[in-house]
């Protein structure tokens, strides 16, 4: 969809069901059966829930090396998986931690949209596009808008280029396959949504927690990068006297990318 900039974009691992829930799950059944075989024993599972330093363990526990984008990378599996943890007090012997085969690679950095991989190894979360359209509370800077795109959710672009996720398959867990259609909606479609369209259909779904504002604000974004169509800056028009400031903001950007005489003549 990065090709099609009236298109959403969303980050593969959140067009299906919250991994967050699937994993915590998974890791509770794993831990039944551990205690099933070992006895009662003590633990606590983590999937993004505590200051856990997940990929440096994953890679301790020889699960993987660090990429030069950061993420945990699998000479099987490339880097598109979910990690989760159960901490233990049961005595586990050490893993061996495997060597790093990125060498002389720099598809992940020369492809980063915001440049937020300043340097091998080295990622500055303020500038990369998942931290400013899930985690950022308030005004993305505009310094940063042009380059985002049609990307309203996440950022796959250095996981896309990486030669080592030629390895990876399609998940075959069902919840995580794509759901209302957003691996393919239209930017305006979306934006068109009311705040109870958007909490039914992200229901269960990672996006949820970002809320209606932000969502609004990163699809304000995404238009104001779109095609100049008279349908894109009808919906930012419509938009205009919205409640949020957050969101006018961004609308009024958006709306300024499009401004042309023939935009104008049509005020």
Known sequence: ML???DRAFISRYALGRDYHKVLRGRLRRL???IGD???EFGHRIFVDSA????KALARNAGLGWIGKHTNLLSREAGSWFFLGE???DIPLS???VPSEHCGSCSACIDVCPTRAIVAPYELDARRCVSYLTIELHGSIPEEFRTAIGNRIYGC????LVCPWNKFAKVAAEPDFAVRHGLDAARLVELFDWSESEFLAKTEGSAIRRIGYVRWLRNIAVALGNATGSESAVAALRRRRDFPSTLVREH?????RQHESPQIQAGN
């Open 3 to 5: 090709g099609d900039r």
């Open 31 to 33: 831990a039944r059966r």
């Open 37 to 39: 075989f070992h006895g």
């Open 51 to 54: 200051p856990v330093l997940e």
């Open 86 to 88: 159960i901490y233990t």
């Open 94 to 96: 050490a893993d061996t």
């Open 156 to 159: 796959d672009d250095c996981q």
């Open 251 to 255: 609308v009024e950007w958006a709306l």
